[in-house]
């Protein structure tokens, strides 16, 4: 699995972007997930999309970002996607996209050492 991310920018607060992370491989019932590393801080988790069989996903997010941001993924473009709304200055860090291939429990979601395969990072920085 290969992963790439794009989309990032400089926003102003109250913004809005959209972050999305390009597939390749097999993706198919994988749980896909957003993490951010702000400078000189720890890698931490965002939300992620998890398969739940079929085509039925739940999503999960860090309390931070509930009900301003949303993931979603079109399976037909192999790409999942953040959209960010309500840009606040302490959302700004380097995003990263990543892939997990097994289907990890919800505990364990957040964890980054769920996560094998990583895309590059996109920069986010919301200031005014």
């Known amino acids: 699995v290969q992963l790439q991310a794009s989309g990032g920018g400089a926003v102003q607060p109250g913004g809005s972007l959209r972050l999305a992370c390009a597939a390749s491989g097999r993706t198919f019932g994988s749980t896909m997930a957003w993490l951010r590393q702000p400078a000189g801080e720890e890698r931490e988790f965002v939300g992620a999309?998890?398969?739940?069989?079929?085509?039925?996903?739940?999503?999960h997010y860090t309390a931070s970002v509930k009900g301003r941001f949303t993931i979603s993924r079109d399976n037909a473009k192999i790409t999942m996607y953040l959209q960010m709304s309500s840009l606040k200055p302490e959302d700004t860090a380097v995003y990263y996209c990543?892939?997990?291939?097994?289907?990890?429990?919800?505990?364990?979601?957040?964890?980054?050492?769920?996560?094998?395969?990583w895309g590059q990072g996109t920069q986010v920085t919301v200031s005014s």
């Open positions: 990543a892939a997990s291939s097994g289907n990890p429990i919800l505990s364990s979601l957040s964890n980054t050492d769920t996560y094998g395969y």
């Open positions: 999309i998890r398969w739940r069989g079929g085509s039925a996903y739940t999503t």
